[in-house]
């Protein structure tokens, strides 16, 4: 009785052992995950930064376009 109790107390080692590395496995591999989410919505928050500064740009762009077109408008109907 006390040679299977010694026995499965040392198979439950084994197993927490086992159980434990596990989870140190899944930790890391949580952290790693959580980086790489940081890094891309870094990445997105750089693209959106990006997409808005062109988009300012084309605004101006437009607006000048548009302010001489109206000057030439003006300048040959007169």
């Known amino acids: 009785m006390l040679a299977r ?9 084994t197993h927490v052992r086992s159980v434990q ?3 140190v496995q899944l930790n890391l ?4 995950l959580l980086a790489e989410l940081e890094e891309i919505r ?3 928050e750089h693209a959106g930064m990006q997409a808005d500064s062109v988009t300012r740009l ?3 762009q437009l607006a000048e376009l548009s ?3 109206k000057a030439l ?3 040959f109907s007169g």
Do not use: F, G, L, Y
């Open 5 to 13: 109790q010694e026995q499965e107390a040392a198979t439950d080692v």
């Open 21 to 23: 590395r596990e989870n």
């Open 29 to 32: 591999k949580v952290k790693s």
């Open 42 to 44: 870094s990445q997105r």
């Open 58 to 60: 084309q605004v101006k």
């Open 67 to 69: 302010a001489s077109v």
């Open 73 to 75: 408008e003006v300048r």
